[in-house]
T-cell receptor, first 115, second 116 residues
Framework: AQSVAQPEDQVNVAEGNPLTVKCTYS??????LFWYVQYPNRGLQFLLK??????LVKGSYGFEAEFNKSQTSFHLKKPSALVSDSALYFC?????????????FGQGTTLQVKP | DTGVSQDPRHKITKRGQNVTFRCDPI?????LYWYRQTLGQGPEFLTY????????KSRLLSDRFSAERPKGSFSTLEIQRTEQGDSAMYLC??????????????FGPGTRLTVL
């Protein structure tokens, strides 16, 4: 079965420090991977995606993610965290052929950035 | 604002009542998705449309649930005879799919349903 795992329920980091939010996946075929962020009482905002090509993907708000095929991981990173980055982060994988667009999401990781 | 919009944002209903939610996708997006998110969980896929055709439905979508996208623009999700287990955030997303390359789904703010 195709799945996404976010092994950490919460990540705590001090403002200005680098942050990493982990994601691993299990899919058959080529993975299409996504990161979304959710602020309280709001929908999901798209951050970045990996389709093919360069393993380092740059996205919105200074976030980037590294695709690692051998480790089946797609960790989200940012060199210097901001308090305003505190939110719930979801990793997702698109499954199926081009005719099936559904996303499978991980459980989410709460990022807490402290001043 | 040209993003995905959903109405209402909040709905409180009594068990057994019917509810209907509306989603207006980003203009010219040909795909529209519905997801359900419960507290502490990631969104779960319910169904999606390519233009007006409903191409896939999740097993989560019981017979009490029905979705439409009559003119390939806005969509409605109806839940009949609501149950307390239907309490969740219902998210709508849209995308523009023109090739085999993975499209990006843009989400609306969601409709939070509370069934008493």
């Amino acid at each position: 079965a195709q799945s996404v795992a976010q092994p950490e329920d919460q990540v705590n980091v001090a403002e200005g420090n680098p942050l990493t939010v982990k994601c691993t996946y299990s899919v058959s075929g080529n993975p299409y991977l996504f990161w979304y962020v959710q602020y309280p009482n709001r929908g999901l905002q798209f951050l970045l995606k990996y389709i093919t090509g360069d393993n380092l993907v740059k996205g919105s708000y200074g976030f980037e993610a590294e695709f690692n095929k051998s480790q089946t991981s797609f960790h989200l990173k940012k060199p210097s965290a901001l308090v305003s980055d505190s939110a719930l982060y979801f990793c997702a994988v698109r499954v199926g052929s081009s005719n099936t667009g559904k996303l499978i999401f991980g459980q989410g990781t709460t990022l807490q950035v402290k001043p | 604002d040209t993003g995905v919009s959903q109405d209402p944002r909040h709905k409180i209903t009594k068990r057994g009542q019917n509810v209907t939610f509306r989603c207006d996708p980003i203009s010219e997006h040909n795909r529209l998705y519905w997801y359900r998110q419960t507290l502490g969980q990631g969104p779960e896929f319910l169904t999606y449309f390519q233009n007006e055709a409903q191409l896939e439905k999740s097993r989560l979508l019981s017979d009490r649930f029905s979705a439409e996208r009559p003119k390939g623009s806005f969509s409605t999700l109806e839940i009949q005879r609501t149950e307390q287990g239907d309490s969740a955030m219902y998210l709508c997303a849209s995308s523009f799919q023109i090739s085999a390359v993975a499209d990006t789904q843009y989400f609306g703010p969601g409709t939070r349903l509370t069934v008493l």
